[in-house]
């Protein structure tokens, strides 16, 4: 459940009287998602999703995510419009929180990934990165091959805890890294936590109907994005790598963004990277949750397994390409 803050009838009564969007009818808690506040509000206009920023966002880089947010619609991609104020501004302030309000995406996410929704994810990857070429704002990824280090010195003590040998895993796995990230390959805005949860198809279609949750986009590699979402999307419950989900993603991105050849050839080292990145984001909050908080931290074990499976790989051949 994540509803950290809690908003009365008048606060937001008082909140949505700074906007032209009408009167509210509704407005309720969402309990999917662990790092923001959403609501769902109607008014007798249509609706939309409020959110509360938590402590986990930096309140200087809403500014770039809303921008980002603004720009990918103005270009037709179907992601949350932020709405503005009468007075123009999207950022706000409610109950002692940065808050604003975006439109309200119709669709749902997939509660089981058939190779279909890869296809649709691919093109809709590829879509998000062309649209975000010409945007002017820029953040550095934070979570990037250079914050994965400090991550793990503020955790490595419970590392074997949670697995035994897992320090040596992380601590051999970064210094490869450290020593082999490609930096030279191209880049621009991504979205950087493509899972499932965050894109929505309607029932029966294989088009992405809409994407959400743009609080990790940032600048870095195009190339990442498509690792992060290969170990989102094409990873089985037991594990197995499914190589027709990663094909399915791989060719539909293609057919709207060529990868180069330096892209493809760094796929399996991204892949690693990609996996470190949430094996050290879900190990630090398995650590540091409290047992009686409000939500269930996600199991690092499991990207554990995908970086094994990454290690083995030496070339994007593995990944399906060249396949028929
Ligand atoms: N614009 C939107 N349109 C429709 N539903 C939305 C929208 N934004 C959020 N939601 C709903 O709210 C839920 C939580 O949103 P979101 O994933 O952004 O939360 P979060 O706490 O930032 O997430 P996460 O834990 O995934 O980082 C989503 O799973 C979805 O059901
Ligand atoms: N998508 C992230 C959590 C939310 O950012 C994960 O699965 O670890």
Redesign the pocket.
């Known amino acids: 459940m ?1 509803v950290y803050t809690d908003v009365s009838d008048e606060d937001i009564a008082r909140f949505v009287a700074e906007y032209d969007i009408g009167n509210v009818i509704s407005f309720k808690g ?1 309990a ?5 506040t ?1 609501f ?1 509000l109607q008014t007798d206009q249509a609706s939309f ?1 409020l ?1 509360l920023y938590e402590k986990r966002v930096n309140p200087d880089d809403l500014p770039f995510y809303l921008g980002l947010m603004d720009h990918l619609s103005a270009k037709g991609l179907n992601c ?1 419009t932020p709405i503005h104020g009468r007075d123009g501004v999207a950022l706000r302030r409610l109950c002692g929180r940065p808050a604003a309000i ?5 669709g749902m ?1 997939p509660r089981r990934i058939m190779p279909h929704h890869c296809t649709g994810l691919g093109a809709a990857l590829a879509q998000l990165h062309t649209a975000g070429q010409d945007f002017e704002m820029y953040l550095g990824n934070a979570l990037s091959v250079k914050g994965w280090r400090p991550l793990f010195e503020s955790c490595r003590a419970d590392a074997n805890g949670v697995q035994p040998g897992l320090e040596k895993l992380i601590e051999d796995e970064l210094v490869f890294l450290e020593a082999n990230w490609p930096h030279q390959l191209p880049a621009g805005v991504i979205h950087a ?1 493509l ?1 499932p ?2 894109v ?1 198809f309607f029932p029966g279609k294989d088009d992405v109907s ?1 994407l ?2 743009f ?2 986009a940032c600048n870095d590699l195009l190339a990442y994005d498509i690792a992060i979402c290969m170990n989102a999307w094409c990873f089985e419950p037991d594990n197995s790598f499914n190589v027709t989900k990663a094909r399915n993603l791989l060719s539909s991105y293609g057919k709207v963004r060529a990868l180069s050849d330096d892209e493809l050839a760094a796929l399996p080292i991204l892949a690693r990277g990609a996996s470190l990145r949430f094996l050290l984001t879900r190990l630090y909050d398995w650590i540091n949750t409290p047992k009686d908080a409000l939500v269930t931290p996600k199991n690092p074990r499991e990207y554990i397994n995908k970086l094994r499976f990454h290690q083995r790989i030496d070339s994007a051949g593995a990944y399906g390409l060249g396949e028929e």
Do not use: K, Q
């Not at 975006?102 to 119709?106: E, G, K, P, Y």
């Open positions: 994540a969402i999917e998602g662990v790092e923001n959403n769902l999703i959110t949350p975006t439109s309200f995406l119709n996410s936590d899972f949860d965050n929505f809409g959400i949750d609080y990790f």
